[in-house]
């Protein structure tokens, strides 16, 4: 963690202790130079967030719901995959080898975030013994030692060998024994998977980077702080293109269906060319076209070759930037949208018969007497097909129908 010419090192704990409780904005103030190893794991920070209590904001959550895999492969066998789900959920997955005879290969896995702290805080950082005196005379591990690491012996250790450790770490004694391969911690692991169960917890704390709570099926080979960090940046680019999409999903419940659009627009056959509305908030909506081959234009554009029209695909756009127009005033029935402006009009590729098209509008600007600016793309199978920016004025130009 870096700002201006002051650098905090080993934060992972203390987000992965924020991320798991639900924490997206808070401050916090250190007065040395890295945050405090404590006993080695997220659990104090959790509970010192939890007597602190937090405070609901009126700013949304960010979210990053995984539509596609992503991968990425780093050296010695590292590899991280992250899928969608069905459920809103981040699940992690996590498999640890590294060639250790004491370690062996260990998994460990979080059904969800709200498991973190039951399941996964309390497990702590561990090292093998081999690399404690070369990480102490590094000036690492300064507040390291046997309370706050699992420390693995991959074999056993004389005497004088111990004493060396000992005093590269800067202390009169080792509170536990070397003297067979193992754990040297005089007390148990916390779990039989403790150092897989820390893996897990520092990929929640680096991957709390990117800044958004995670919507997906994390799994992980082999993991570690470089390759971790890696694959936030990785998905924070991924981030920052997705952000600006829609929901590309046409097989959750709708919205608004053909009849609720019907009631709103004055459109009919052949020129209602909406079908289903999939989200709709304050700055954008989401709508559907599904596109058959009994589509009259197709009769004459081209023969033998059905190909939608540009124009007819920026119609569509509008209508869908219609109905957001319409669903802000009370009686959207009594009203019209009517084009005045487009412009930045592009057709990337071609909308055939079987295609489904998302239309994906966003607000460029408030509404003002009664004109709205809207960039509008559609897109099919995840890729733009065309796009426009769309002025319109909201007009009332029906009277209302007196009850009989």
């Known amino acids: 963690m870096q700002s201006g010419d002051v650098t905090v090192h080993t934060t992972e704990h203390v987000l992965a202790a924020l991320y798991a409780s639900g924490i997206d904005n808070a401050v916090l103030e250190l007065d040395g130079p890295e945050v405090p190893i404590l006993d080695g794991s997220a659990l104090p920070f959790m509970s010192q967030i939890e007597e602190a209590g937090s405070t609901e904001q009126e700013a949304d959550r960010r979210f990053f719901k995984v539509r596609k895999n992503i991968s990425y492969r780093g050296e010695d066998g590292v590899e991280m995959l992250v899928v969608p789900l069905e459920e809103d959920e981040f699940k992690v997955s996590v498999m640890v080898d590294y060639n250790s005879p004491v370690l062996g290969t260990q998994h460990a896995r979080m059904e969800h975030l709200g498991a973190f702290k039951e399941d996964i805080a309390g497990c702590r950082t561990f090292v093998f013994l081999k690399e404690v005196a070369s990480l102490a005379e590094q000036g690492l591990i300064q507040g390291g030692d046997i309370d706050n690491a699992v420390v693995l012996a991959e074999r056993a250790y004389s005497e004088t060998e111990i004493k060396d450790i000992v005093q590269a770490l800067g202390r009169d004694t080792l509170s536990g024994a070397a003297e067979q391969p193992g754990v040297v911690n005089p007390s148990d692991l916390r779990f039989p998977n403790e150092p897989a169960r820390h893996k897990l917890l520092d990929i929640v704390g680096d ?134 402006k487009i412009d930045g009009v592009k057709f990337k590729q071609k909308v055939l018969p079987g295609d489904t098209v998302v239309f994906y509008l966003t607000l460029v600007s408030p509404i003002r007497r009664g004109l709205i600016n809207m960039k509008g793309r559609a897109y099919v199978r995840g890729e733009l097909v065309s796009e426009a920016e769309m002025l319109a004025q909201i007009v009332r130009d029906r009277a209302p129908q007196e009850e009989s």
Request: proline share 7%.
């Open 207 to 340: 991957l709390a980077l990117t800044g958004r709570f995670i919507q997906g099926h994390l799994l992980a080979a082999r993991p570690g702080h470089a390759a971790n960090v890696a694959f936030a940046k990785e998905l924070a680019e991924v981030i920052r293109a997705q952000e600006d999409l829609p929901d590309f999903r046409t097989d959750r419940e709708s919205l608004m269906d053909i009849n609720d659009i019907a009631a709103m627009l004055p459109h009919r056959y052949p020129f209602l060319l909406v079908d289903r509305i999939m989200e709709m908030n304050d700055k954008s909506i989401t709508g559907v076209k599904n596109v058959t081959m009994n589509e009259p234009f197709f009769q004459g554009h081209f023969p033998n070759n059905p190909v939608m029209p540009g124009v007819l695909q920026v119609e569509a756009m509008a209508q869908v930037g219609g109905i957001f127009a319409l669903s802000t005033v009370e009686d959207p029935e009594n009203y019209s949208t009517y084009f005045m």
